[in-house]
């Protein structure tokens, strides 16, 4: 009997490999994306390329995106169920926290249709609002 995590895999047309599947199940318990430093100190013992590759082939498959937060570093997320290789279709907002540095998807906030002036075509839609994450929000 395959498992929810090995099913996600083959859906995805990824071959369910130890590796592929313990990453992937510790990105279905994370509550906000994460960079591959998280994933890393999240795994020990692991090697810091292939846990990049698995990263890469998940987004290159449509199991993640990468998000830029202006942290430096890209941080990771798991897509909508219809993204797929052909590309991502989970347009939303992101939020960065300033106060943990956390980083959410906010699949329920999608990003407004844009009027770009004739002749420009966009390829790539990202939106990043920075403030307090509802965590922070009650501390303060």
Do not use: W
Not at 28 to 47: K, N, W
């Amino acid at each position: 009997m395959k498992t929810e995590v090995e099913h996600k895999l083959i859906s995805k047309q990824i071959n369910p490999t130890a590796n592929r599947m313990l990453v992937l199940d510790f990105l279905l318990d994370q509550r906000s994306a994460i960079s591959l430093t998280d994933v890393e100190r999240g795994l020990v013992p692991t090697d810091r390329v292939t846990l990049y590759r698995t990263l890469k082939t998940f987004e290159e498959k449509g199991l993640v995106h990468s998000i830029d937060d202006g942290s430096g570093a890209p941080k990771y997320a798991l897509c909508a169920d219809d993204c797929d290789a052909e590309g991502h279709h989970d347009l939303h907002l992101h939020f960065y926290c300033n106060t943990c540095s956390e980083t959410y998807c906010l699949p329920k906030t999608q990003i407004p249709k844009v009027q770009l002036p004739a002749n420009f075509q966009a390829g790539e839609i990202s939106l990043l609002i920075k403030g307090l994450c509802d965590k922070c929000n009650s501390i303060a």
